[in-house]
C-alpha cells in the first residue's frame, strides 16, 4: 500500500512522513479508527516507507505482504489446539490485498468462522516473541502490526506489555483498534496514539470516482451514508448497483397502491407483488423493507422542502418522485413506518411471508391516500 492508494487523510499523511524523515519513528505507535478510515492501509504504508529507506527492494515486498521483516499478529480462532497468526495469515492475506479497508467482520466472514471467538492469545504473544528475538532478515528495522489490538485477551495483553516495556533493537510496533477503551491502559500509556479521522466527503467522493468508476449521483448517495467510511462506501456502491430490483417493486407497490382505492381489481396486481418478495431469502425480504422505511422518509422530506437532505430519489420508469412525495406527510409516515417494522418483526419471528407481505401491501393503499 503507497500513500497515494489511500482515500484522503492527506494531514496524517504529511504527519507520518514527516516523523520518518525528521527520524522521530516512535517504536510503539496505536492507530485508533475504524477500519474503513483506512487504518491499516495508513500503517502499511508507513511501514512500506521505514523499510524503503533502508532498502530499494522493500516496497515491492510490502505491497505483496511478504516482506520477511514484516509481521503480524491479528486475530483468529482457536484451531487445532492452538491459536497463531500464522495459520490464518495467508487467508489474511487474500482478504486485505483485495480490500485493503476491510474490518474485522469481514475477517470473520472470510474465515467462515461459524461464530467463534477470534482473539489474540498468549501463545500468538509467545510466538511473536520468539520471531523478534531473532536479527532481521535484511539487517535493518523489524516491524510487528498488531491488527485489531483491542483484541487481545487478558493474558496475551499482560505479556504483550512486557514486549512493549523491553522490545529487542530496531523494533517497530504499530497497532490498530478501533476503540481505545479494550486495551490495558498501561499499554496505551506505553505507545504513541494517532487518531485516524474519518474521511472527509470530499475525498471520499472523489476516490469513488478515481478507484470505483462511481458517476457523479452514485458517489453523492453513497457518501451521505457512508460517513467517512471507505469500506462502508463500497458496500453502499455495490448495494446501489443491485438496487434496480428494489426500486421496481417499490414503483410497482406504489402505483398499484394508488390505484387501487378506485379500482379494487388492481389488489390482485398487490397479491402477486406479495407473492413475488415472499420468494426471496428472509435476509433479502428485510432489506426491501429498509430500503422502502428509507425511501418513505426521503419522500417526507421532500415533501417538507428540506431538499439538501434528499440524497437519493425515485426516478426511473416515470416514476413522478416529486407527486408521490406529496402523498407522504405528517399524516401518514408514522403508520407507513409502522406497518414496515411490525413487517420486519413477523418476519424475524417466522411468520408467513405470503400474509406478512399481502397484509403490508394492502395497508399502504389505506395510508397513502391518508391526508389528515
Excluded: C
Excluded at 285 to 300: D, G, M, P, T, V
Aim: no cysteine.
Amino acid at each position: 500500500m503507497n500513500w497515494e492508494n489511500i482515500a484522503g487523510q492527506e494531514n496524517l499523511k504529511k504527519l507520518l512522513k514527516d516523523s520518518i524523515a525528521e527520524n522521530r519513528v516512535s517504536h510503539a505507535q496505536l492507530f485508533i479508527g475504524k477500519e474503513g478510515y483506512g487504518t491499516l492501509p495508513m500503517v502499511l504504508a508507513y511501514a512500506r516507507e521505514i523499510l524503503s529507506r533502508e532498502n530499494d527492494h522493500a516496497a515491492s515486498k510490502v505491497d505483496h505482504l511478504n516482506h520477511l521483516d514484516l509481521h503480524f499478529s491479528l486475530p483468529v480462532f482457536t484451531d487445532q489446539r492452538n491459536s497463531l497468526s500464522k495459520n490464518k495469515f495467508e487467508e489474511f492475506r487474500e482478504m486485505i490485498l483485495a480490500s485493503p479497508y476491510a474490518s474485522y467482520d469481514d475477517w470473520a466472514a472470510f474465515l467462515d468462522s461459524e461464530n467463534k471467538q477470534l482473539f489474540i492469545s498468549a501463545d500468538e504473544i509467545d510466538d511473536q516473541n520468539q520471531k523478534f528475538a531473532l536479527k532481521s532478515f535484511e539487517g535493518g528495522t523489524k516491524i510487528l502490526i498488531v491488527w485489531r489490538a483491542d483484541k487481545m485477551n487478558v493474558s496475551a495483553s499482560n505479556k504483550f506489555l512486557k514486549f512493549l516495556e523491553e522490545p529487542p533493537a530496531k523494533t517497530i510496533i504499530l497497532l490498530t483498534a478501533e476503540s481505545a477503551d479494550d486495551i490495558l491502559p498501561t499499554i496505551i500509556s506505553r505507545t504513541q496514539m494517532i487518531e485516524v479521522p474519518r474521511i472527509s466527503d470530499h475525498d471520499l467522493e472523489i476516490h469513488l470516482k478515481n478507484h470505483f468508476a462511481a458517476s457523479e449521483d452514485q458517489a453523492k448517495i453513497v457518501v451521505h451514508e457512508a460517513q467517512g467510511d471507505l469500506n462502508e462506501a463500497i458496500r453502499l456502491l455495490n448495494s446501489e448497483n443491485k438496487n434496480a430490483e428494489f426500486e421496481r417493486l417499490f414503483i410497482q407497490w406504489v402505483r398499484d397502491a394508488f390505484q387501487v382505492k378506485k379500482k379494487p381489481e388492481f389488489l390482485k396486481n398487490i397479491i402477486h407483488w406479495a407473492r413475488e418478495i415472499a420468494g426471496w431469502n428472509r435476509e433479502k425480504q428485510k432489506n426491501f423493507l429498509n430500503y422502502a422505511s428509507e425511501i418513505f422518509r426521503l419522500a417526507l422530506l421532500q415533501n417538507y422542502h428540506s431538499h439538501d437532505l434528499v440524497y437519493k430519489k425515485i426516478d426511473a420508469n416515470g416514476f413522478n418522485w416529486e407527486g408521490f412525495s406529496k402523498f407522504i406527510s405528517g399524516a401518514n409516515i408514522i403508520s407507513i413506518l409502522e406497518e414496515i417494522n411490525a413487517a420486519d418483526h413477523h418476519l424475524t419471528r417466522n411468520g408467513n411471508p405470503k400474509i406478512i407481505w399481502t397484509d403490508l401491501g394492502i395497508k399502504l393503499s389505506r395510508y397513502i391516500h391518508k391526508s389528515v
